[in-house]
Structure formats: C-alpha cells, structure tokens
C-alpha cells in the first residue's frame, strides 16, 4: 500500500512522485486504508516523501492549504529550490503551533496557536515583508520580517510533500497529510469557502 504518485488534479500535471521504493509514503496499512483518510509519511524512520520536480510560476503572492494528522513535528508541504538549501516557502506542523515559514536570503516564520493533532492550515506570503499562518480557520497572525528578495524567476521550481526542502533535505513529517492545495495566488478572500470545504469532507471542526 505504497504511493508513488500523487496526482495533481489542477490539470496542470504537476504530479509529486517517489521512484524510490524505501522512500515512498503508505496509504494502506495491515489491508485497510488508514482511518483518518491520509497518507502516511513516517519520518521517524524513514526519508518519505513525494516531490513534483520542475513546476513553473512559484512567484509573487503564494498561498497553501494543508490538511493533515500530526505525530511529532514535520513539514506537510513545500515550495523550494532544487538547487539551493535556503529557498523555500513551507507550513511546519509543531505541537502547539502551525508556522508559515519562507526562506529567501533571511528565515522568516508566522506561527498560528492551535492544539491537537487534527490541522488545516493556511500559509500565504505576499511579499517579502509578509507572511501569514492561520490554523483551523482561525484569524491570521501575520509577520512584517523580511526574508530578502521576493520569489522571483527560479528560485522556487518544485513542490515537496513531506519535508522542508530536497537539497539537504531535512524536516521530514511524522504523521498523515490529507490533502495539500498551492495556489499562485493570495486566496485570503476564499479561504473560508475553501477550509469549510475541506472541514467537512475530513471532519474537521473550525474555530
């Protein structure tokens, strides 16, 4: 019950995949699928993840919705470079808190309360001095840090799920990720509709 593929239903067949075998997340455990309706990315003891390799447009306003189950601390998904260690812009899932946290020539994080091991987070940056998270629907905390030079041209070509980033790849998440959106965009006017969505398909209670 192993996912090698996870396929991008934009219609822009960014699909995140995982050749090798050791690497790549479950969805099936012991003949059944896994009750939360995840899948499952053990980074406890293994380097498991999916990644979509050469993906175009990843600048100006970028906003992502993550749904997922924590175990320990990890990254669900991430927009990064895949020729540089200190480009990305990623949701952390910590045990009191959902972080927004981009990385350009300085670190940046907005981190968002939340308790439990259920989360939906919203994460969205739409310049390089601002940067917000905002957890179960919650309003957003947002941070004015500059993390240096917007995203612009190729510093961001990949979408990772799972981890922080692939060039000294770290950050690995322990836990199930359900559903993971990135969007080109600043979607604050449509987060609502989307995580009320999202929150009933999964069961998901909000704020």
């Keep these: 019950g192993f996912v090698e593929t996870w ?24 003949g059944a699928l896994f009750a939360d309706n995840g899948i499952d990315f053990d980074g406890a003891t293994s380097s498991r993840s999916l990644v979509a390799p050469s ?30 260690n200190s480009r990305y812009f990623a949701i952390q899932e ?25 989360r939906l987070t ?4 739409t310049g390089a001095t601002s940067t917000s998270a905002g957890a179960l629907g919650s309003a957003v905390t947002t941070s004015t840090s500059d993390y240096g030079d917007d995203f612009s ?3 961001l070509d990949q979408i990772a799920i799972g981890l922080l980033r692939t060039v000294s790849p770290t950050g690995y998440l ?21 995580e009320t969505n999202i929150a009933n398909h999964y069961n998901i209670t909000l704020v």
């Design 7 to 30: 396929y991008d239903q934009s219609g822009n067949s960014e699909d995140a995949v995982q050749s090798t075998a050791g690497n790549q997340p479950k969805i099936v455990s012991a």
């Design 153 to 155: 041209g190729s510093n």
């Design 55 to 84: 993906v175009s447009g990843l600048t100006g306003s970028l906003s992502m919705f993550s749904a997922s189950i924590r175990d320990t601390s990890g990254h669900t998904v991430s927009l990064s470079s895949s020729s540089s």
């Design 122 to 125: 919203f994460a969205l940056t």
């Design 174 to 194: 322990n836990g199930r990720i359900r559903e993971i959106l990135v969007y080109t965009s600043d979607q604050t006017a449509n987060r609502g509709a989307v």
């Design 94 to 118: 910590g045990g009191s808190s959902s972080v927004a946290n981009p990385r350009n020539t300085a670190n940046v994080t907005a981190s968002d309360s939340v308790s439990g091991s259920t």
